[in-house]
């Protein structure tokens, strides 16, 4: 999603008000066109206006640690304790 529709979204060559309504908004919410406006307030603007496109980038990273944390959280819960169980059967005699 990011690639797909944060690069053309992002406007980044101009500003993303020339874009229509919701694609402008929504280029925001990604991480390029944040990047962009966040470069384009630091150095245009002596970082007014910064704020909301700095906490772009960790939002998203906030999110894809708790992906990650929670598929780790999933994938062990689901492995089944058959080898624990297996120690314990008495090996046959042969």
């Not at 906490?55 to 819960?77: H, I």
């Amino acid at each position: 999603m990011v690639v797909l529709l944060g690069d053309p979204f992002s406007r980044a060559a101009s500003a993303p008000q020339m874009l229509p309504e919701p694609v402008g908004v929504l280029g925001q919410w990604l991480p390029p066109g944040a990047g962009a406006t966040l470069i384009r307030s630091v150095s245009c603007f002596d970082g007014a206006a910064g704020a909301g496109p700095a906490l772009t980038p960790t939002v998203w990273a906030v999110l894809g640690l708790a992906a990650v944390v929670l598929d780790g959280a999933l994938r062990a819960r689901a492995v089944p304790s058959a080898p624990a169980a297996a120690a314990h059967r008495p090996v046959p005699a042969g």
